[in-house]
């Protein structure tokens, strides 16, 4: 189903036919009857499914900017699989993980790490990443080459333009400015590998033993290990994120780029967010759309 051809909800709706999904979803795989618990309800809703082990990521507001929603999860799941299967610290998919269509929502299930109480400093999200490159550097060659920069990009401006929600001069400028961040990142990059996609700490998780596990891989893909630094030194104190670039360096021997070589890589990731935040404002306006308001007042007119 192409979500992005359905008009949106109002937030409540989404969220609640996100919950009925995820119930009838856990019944139909004999879970029996529970009451989802929200984690957490922001580009997807994430709910607890108590008694089974299992958290549904329930794609609402991200997904229906998306033309094909299942197709993003299901690299998501593909992701998880090869990661679990490589020994690397991830969040493990569930043995039936999907993803599922419910409702016309796109669900997939992933092993419930219980309530997180800390973060990972920026020390410990350098290791993480490190250990990620390590053992899947060379994995997913099958894998899409970064779709983060492409469709992640063009299809929520596509849909926030249909639906009314972007002008097309300001949907010029912004195709204007992709086009523009693309040519600058042509030949650019040393090392590809399999990219996490969306590599900081808030991204982490910790298991029962203290390990931290990388969730949220929607972005997964392989590309250029540059994206991926960009994204782990890129934070809102730029203290934590050159700590992290820094640890980063330290633990795999290698040297870092600096601020003007991952430039163009923030460059597109910046514009990547910003086409997040436009698709979101859609279905989401409370949240979503005065920070989208700013995001493309920076990007193009600042």
Do not use: K
């Not at 909800?9 to 029996?32: F, H, K, Y």
């Not at 020390?123 to 099958?142: C, F, I, K, P, T």
């Amino acid at each position: 189903m192409n979500n992005a051809t359905q008009p949106p909800q109002s937030p409540p709706a989404i969220r609640e036919r996100g919950l009925r999904a995820a119930t009838d979803l856990a019944r139909a795989q004999g879970l029996g009857d529970v009451v989802p618990q929200v984690l957490s309800d922001r580009g997807s809703l994430m709910v607890r499914l108590p008694g089974t082990g299992l958290v549904a990521r329930v794609c609402t507001h991200t997904g229906a900017q998306r033309r094909d929603p299942g197709w993003w999860l299901g690299q998501e799941v593909a992701v998880g699989r090869i990661a679990q299967e490589a020994g690397a610290l991830v969040v493990p998919p569930a043995p039936e993980a999907g993803p599922h269509e419910v409702d016309g929502l796109w669900i997939s299930l992933w092993t419930d790490l219980g309530d997180q109480d800390s973060r990972a400093t920026p020390e410990e999200s350098a290791a993480a990443l490190a250990e990620w490159h390590r053992v899947l550097g060379d994995a997913g060659q099958d894998l899409p080459v970064m779709p983060i920069v492409h469709a992640m990009i063009t299809e929520p401006l596509e849909y926030a333009e249909r639906l009314g929600h972007l002008d097309p001069v300001t949907r010029a400028a912004l195709t204007r400015e992709h086009e523009e961040a693309l040519a600058a990142v042509e030949g650019l990059g040393t090392r590809q590998v399999l990219l996490h996609g969306d590599a900081h700490r808030g991204n982490l998780l910790r298991d029962a033993d203290g390990l931290w596990r990388w969730n949220d891989l929607e972005e997964a893909c392989r590309g250029p290990i540059e994206w991926d630094l960009a994204v782990l030194g890129s934070t809102p104190d730029e203290e934590t994120g050159a700590a992290a670039l820094t640890a980063y360096g330290q633990i795999t021997g290698t040297p870092v780029p600096s601020q003007e070589e991952l430039a163009p890589w923030l460059r597109l990731r910046t514009l990547e967010g910003t086409a997040w935040l436009i698709g979101c404002s859609v279905t989401f306006p409370e949240r979503y759309a005065e920070p989208a308001r700013r995001a493309i007042d920076e990007l193009i007119r600042g």
